[in-house]
């Protein structure tokens, strides 16, 4: 079946530094992918969809100079925190969808980003 | 996309049927039915989608009602590993995004 690999699983970085994740899909070709930040208890809420080749969409209120979004090519795409700071810690998770596919929304295992 | 509401939270006895129910009656005629979980920290698994018939799969079946305005997801026999949050999602056609409400927790017990 669909693999989506995302790392790293677990990040822990200074306040105004950057963290690059990485999300890859490891047996398909995924034409779009979307990343999601989650707070503790609360859901997934969606912040931008990627399709290779093009600039990422944004969701309304999602800052995108801050949230670098990179998808250069059929099986990788990158999100870059930039200048983090405490309130960025969040659980953040992509989803890749092959073109075909009838369904394919598969989910990376997400990257669990603490800013201290 | 059309929204959905869910219950916010189940119980379910161990090997017996869960049946979670999800509502969306402002869904259009060619939009999906997505349903996902999620396991504490992890990212959500698929379990099954459907449009307008009954889908069966390994893992789950789906209801979808004759007029799409709900549907029921039921994991035929429970079991504590199933203890998760379940997500029922409308799938918009033209945006192709998965929009994720609160969804069901659903707590299997023994």
């Known amino acids: 079946g669909a693999v989506v690999s995302q790392h790293p699983s677990w990040v822990i970085c200074k306040s105004g530094t950057s963290v690059k994740i990485e999300c890859r899909s490891l047996d398909f070709q995924a034409t779009t992918m979307f990343w999601y930040r989650q707070f503790p208890k609360q859901s997934l809420m969606l912040m931008a969809t990627s399709n290779e080749g093009s600039k990422a969409t944004y969701e309304q209120g999602v800052e995108k100079d801050k949230f670098l979004i990179n998808h250069a090519s059929l099986t990788l795409s990158t999100l870059t925190v930039t200048s983090a700071h405490p309130e960025d810690s969040s659980f953040y998770i992509c989803s890749a969808r092959a073109k075909d596919s009838t369904y394919g929304y598969t989910f990376g295992s997400g990257t669990r980003l603490t800013v201290v | 996309d059309a929204k959905t509401t869910q219950p916010p939270s189940m119980d379910c006895a161990e090997g017996r049927a869960a049946n979670l129910p999800c509502n969306h009656s402002?869904?259009?005629?060619?939009?999906?039915v997505y349903w996902y979980r999620q396991i504490h920290s992890q990212g959500p698994q698929y379990i099954i989608h459907g449009l307008k018939n009954n889908e069966t799969n390994e893992m789950a079946s789906l209801i979808i009602t004759e007029d799409r305005k709900s549907s029921t997801l039921i994991l035929p026999h429970a079991t504590l590993r199933d203890t998760a949050v379940y997500y029922c999602?409308?799938?918009?056609?033209?945006?192709?995004?998965?929009?994720f409400g609160q969804g069901t927790t659903l707590q299997v017990k023994p």
């Open positions: 999602i409308v799938r918009g056609v033209d945006t192709g995004k998965l929009i």
């Open positions: 402002t869904i259009s005629g060619n939009e999906y």
